[in-house]
């Protein structure tokens, strides 16, 4: 999240002692959500305290995460939570922040990259214009499990039934992209 506000920098949150959070640059209050729609868009900000000034970024964003997982959201699994407890106060407690965003980075590379795959293997195929919209479709089906996400299911386009020579065109196609995927995997 380097994405700054027209390249001045992070926007600036303050936090007062009722508990409302300020936009410096849009001068509003927001909310926690508002924060959590910031940090998907990519824009970078600082959560100050308003009256000491102290950078609270971190224990804002804690909070944030607390919320999506009390929702119903929950992306971290139990496991996975007492483990990271453990760490505390460990020996390598200094190493896990950047294992954790060099796990994470990871991570979206390796998303936008079978994305990127996905849509050039179709991109030279007579079916190209069906895994358009087949894409369409599973991005419309994955943002229906995303909270906060508008429901874009009523604008999906509708694909196409599939005849019987239909289906074993695509069932060559499937075997050549999963060979193509293999030899990319190697």
Same mark, same amino acid.
């Given at each position: 999240? #380097? #994405?700054?506000?027209? !390249?001045?920098?992070?926007?600036?949150?303050?936090?007062?002692?009722?508990?409302?959070?300020?936009? $410096?640059?849009? =001068? =509003?209050?927001?909310?926690?959500?508002?924060?959590?729609?910031?940090? @998907?868009? !990519?824009?970078?900000?600082?959560?100050?305290?308003?009256? *000491?000034?102290?950078?609270?970024?971190?224990?804002?964003?804690?909070?944030?995460?607390?919320?999506?997982? =009390?929702?119903?959201?929950?992306?971290?699994?139990?496991?996975?939570?007492?483990?990271?407890? *453990?760490?505390?106060?460990? *020996?390598?407690?200094?190493?896990?922040? !950047?294992?954790?965003?060099?796990?994470?980075?990871?991570?979206? @590379?390796?998303?936008?990259?079978?994305?990127? $795959?996905?849509?050039?293997?179709?991109?030279? *195929?007579?079916?190209?214009?069906?895994? #358009? @919209?087949?894409?369409?479709?599973?991005?419309?089906?994955?943002?229906?499990?995303?909270? !906060?996400?508008?429901?874009?299911?009523?604008?999906?386009?509708?694909?196409?039934?599939?005849?019987?020579?239909?289906? =074993?065109?695509?069932?060559?196609?499937?075997? @050549?992209?999963?060979?193509?995927?293999?030899?990319?995997? #190697?």
């Amino acid at each position: 999240m #380097k #994405k700054a506000a027209a !390249g001045n920098g992070p926007v600036i949150i303050k936090k007062y002692a009722n508990r409302r959070l300020y936009n $410096t640059e849009t =001068s =509003s209050y927001i909310t926690l959500d508002h924060l959590a729609a910031m940090t @998907r868009e !990519g824009r970078d900000f600082k959560v100050v305290d308003a009256k *000491s000034d102290e950078d609270i970024t971190h224990n804002v964003l804690t909070q944030i995460i607390m919320e999506e997982e =009390s929702r119903g959201s929950q992306m971290l699994p139990v496991n996975f939570l007492r483990q990271l407890i *453990s760490l505390y106060g460990d *020996s390598m407690q200094a190493m896990v922040p !950047g294992y954790l965003e060099a796990s994470m980075e990871s991570f979206r @590379r390796n998303q936008e990259q079978f994305k990127s $795959t996905i849509e050039g293997a179709f991109a030279n *195929s007579p079916f190209a214009e069906m895994a #358009k @919209r087949n894409m369409a479709m599973f991005e419309a089906a994955a943002s229906a499990f995303k909270p !906060g996400q508008p429901d874009t299911s009523a604008a999906t386009p509708e694909a196409p039934a599939a005849g019987g020579d239909d289906v =074993s065109a695509l069932k060559a196609e499937l075997a @050549r992209l999963q060979d193509k995927i293999e030899k990319l995997a #190697k």
